[in-house]
């Protein structure tokens, strides 16, 4: 049965250990498909194939970080770029330049997001937020609710660590007033590899 969104909320609810798993796998279930056409058919894995690659990959970016999906697409685009697996990208939904760390999880490969080379940032976030819905069953933004609701009830993490690594504008506020800011950033960015690791 599919999550079921709550009237005026974008979050669905959605299991972070168990949507994490989901993608893995669906991540293994399509590198399998790949190689067949790769290895057995002598010839390149249909479009479909490289597409829902590439976009379960941003999903468990997305996913992995508590990122908005146009921040994980741009990590993505950074890592098709120059293969290091954390990133900075600029933080959405902000009147100012601030940037955030974005882990990138091992197991996203860099030749899985081969389909997204030729295309703009823009259409890969419209495709992005279309497939996620036919696909899963579910918008994007229940993502970053799954990781921001696990990172709190699972392990404990304080709200003002939650908004430090997230950038949750709510919360921004309480981070601001920490005596140590610096200290909280290097906190986040310590819970981000664990969670995201």
Avoid: C
């Avoid at 579910?138 to 799954?146: C, E, G, I, K, V």
């Amino acid at each position: 049965m599919l999550p079921q969104k709550k009237k005026g909320y974008w979050d669905m609810g959605l299991d972070f250990v168990g949507t994490l798993r989901r993608f893995k796998d669906d991540l293994k279930r399509l590198e399998i498909q790949k190689r067949y056409y790769e290895e057995v058919k002598n010839m390149p894995p249909p479009p479909h194939v490289r597409v829902n690659l590439a976009y379960t990959s941003i999903l468990l970016i997305q996913l992995a970080n508590g990122a908005r999906i146009s921040e994980a697409v741009e990590a993505t685009y950074k890592f098709l770029e120059d293969g290091f697996r954390e990133q900075e990208v600029r933080v959405r939904r902000k009147n100012r330049d601030e940037y955030r760390l974005i882990i990138i999880p091992r197991e996203v490969k860099r030749s899985y997001l081969g389909a997204l080379i030729d295309w703009e940032f823009r259409r890969v976030l419209q495709n992005i937020r279309v497939f996620t819905g036919a696909h899963y069953g579910f918008n994007t933004h229940s993502l970053r609710y799954a990781f921001i609701n696990y990172a709190g009830t699972e392990k404990g993490l304080p709200p003002q660590l939650i908004a430090r690594i997230t950038r949750l504008s709510r919360l921004d506020m309480l981070s601001e007033r920490e005596p140590s800011n610096r200290d909280l950033e290097k906190r986040a960015e310590e819970a981000l590899r664990e969670l995201a690791g």
